[in-house]
């Protein structure tokens, strides 16, 4: 049977309860409004989240003021704001470098990662082959594989993309393997009963199941091709923010690095916010398939 419409003008073929528990599903009802109840709590997290963040600055810089900690290693708030400003354009073009690379790491480990998990969760002989070889590819510490990729790619962005991508890719390949592997048999089974075909099996029954899992190594990723060009940039980097908060820590210049410590934690909150909304519409999406 057909679901009923919102429009009042739609025709309804079921009884009128059953049309208006169908135009007010959460979290939005009958022209897409979002929900009063939802949008308040909402609300309210974020309050406590700032206030919570409010807090915990002004803890910090009374504890500073009063003397508790040496402001050599642990600068006041208000310091480190001041710092910001010193620091601010040298910074940000070193974010920007940063994040450049990491973007590229970041969609060649997406690529890599779904592409290859989904074809090893489909396959189970090519799987029973790999599969070992890839947990203990996983298993094993990236940084041991640095001065390997340094010695054969030098210096420059080369070695921090392809380091990046190493270091997000198998996080992304095994979540994404183990959720196609474990899509409901009984899905599949129906699907194929009704005639579907194999690119309409992936597209209405497989990419709809895996959606939570792949946004999961999304955010899993993201967060490790982040870190893997920072190293890169650390270690052996002439540029970039891992050069940045290199050359600060070995110049003891404790407000500049949390000035520089900060914007690399902002970028990571918007990165990762940004992630959940994408969540939200292929959530969407896929109950609209379902």
Not at 243 to 261: C, D, H, I, K, R
Request: hydrophobic residues 55%; charged residues 10%; aromatic residues 8%.
């Amino acid at each position: 049977m057909p679901s009923p419409l919102c429009s009042s003008g739609a025709r309804s073929d079921g009884p009128s309860d059953a049309a208006t528990r169908a135009c007010s599903r959460p979290p939005t009802g009958c022209g897409g409004l979002a929900d009063p109840a939802t949008v308040n709590e909402t609300v309210r997290v974020r309050v406590v989240q700032l206030l919570s963040v409010a807090a915990l600055l002004v803890a910090w810089e009374a504890v500073a003021r009063a003397g508790w900690v040496d402001p050599l290693f642990v600068p006041a708030p208000s310091a480190v704001a001041r710092a910001l400003g010193r620091i601010g354009a040298a910074a940000l073009a070193g974010l920007g470098e940063t994040l450049l690379k990491a973007a590229i790491a970041y969609v060649l480990a997406v690529v890599i990662g779904v592409g290859g998990g989904i074809l090893l969760g489909s396959v189970r002989p090519l799987r029973q082959a790999v599969n070992p070889f890839v947990i203990a590819l996983y298993g094993m510490p990236k940084i041991l594989v640095l001065p390997w990729i340094m010695l054969f790619l030098g210096f420059g962005a080369t070695p921090a993309v392809v380091y990046a991508t190493i270091h997000g890719v198998f996080p992304i390949l095994v979540l994404v393997t183990g959720a196609v592997r474990d899509v409901d048999a009984t899905l599949v089974t129906v699907a194929r009963a009704f005639g579907a075909r194999r690119w309409q099996l992936y597209w209405k029954v497989v990419l709809p199941a895996i959606v939570p899992t792949v946004l999961a190594g999304m955010r899993l990723g993201v967060v490790f091709c982040l870190l893997g060009v920072l190293v890169v940039e650390m270690f052996a980097g002439l540029r970039g923010m891992g050069y940045v908060l290199s050359s600060l820590a070995n110049g003891f210049q404790a407000p500049e690095l949390f000035a520089a410590t900060a914007l690399v934690s902002a970028a990571s909150i918007v990165i990762v916010l940004s992630l959940d909304a994408l969540n939200d519409r292929l959530s969407q999406w896929r109950g609209d398939l379902r």
